[in-house]
């Protein structure tokens, strides 16, 4: 399993951007599928956005022309561009990785709040 590091998070008012990385302690990361989830209290953990090793990428509905999921092989790291947010977007947000196996970050919160 590869171990994986999320950062950016935090507080941010409706309409704001923040963007989310996550490390990855792997020397063959571009073999990976990496994503992003979320989950909000009480709800069920929900995929946010993925990006397979050949760079295609699929989104929830929900977060379409809002978000950006890319990532930098040089550095091992994954990354997610919000921009627009919205109250429901609040949510604890979770790094994935699968190659054969799947790998879960710790999560980061990320709060959108006037």
């Known amino acids: 399993q590869v171990q994986l590091v999320e950062s950016g998070g935090g507080l941010v008012q409706p309409g704001g951007s923040l963007r989310l990385s996550c490390a990855a302690s792997?020397?063959?990361?571009?073999?990976?599928?990496m994503g992003w989830y979320r989950q909000a209290p009480g709800n069920q953990r929900e995929l946010v956005a993925l990006i397979t090793g050949g760079e295609s990428t699929n989104y929830a509905d929900s977060v379409k022309g809002r978000f950006t999921i890319s990532r930098d092989n040089a550095k091992n790291t994954l990354y997610l561009q919000m921009n627009n947010l919205k109250p429901e977007d609040t949510a604890v947000y979770y790094c994935y990785a699968r190659w054969g196996l799947q790998s879960w970050g710790q999560g980061i919160q990320v709060t959108v709040s006037s």
């Open positions: 792997t020397r063959i990361f571009s073999f990976y599928d």
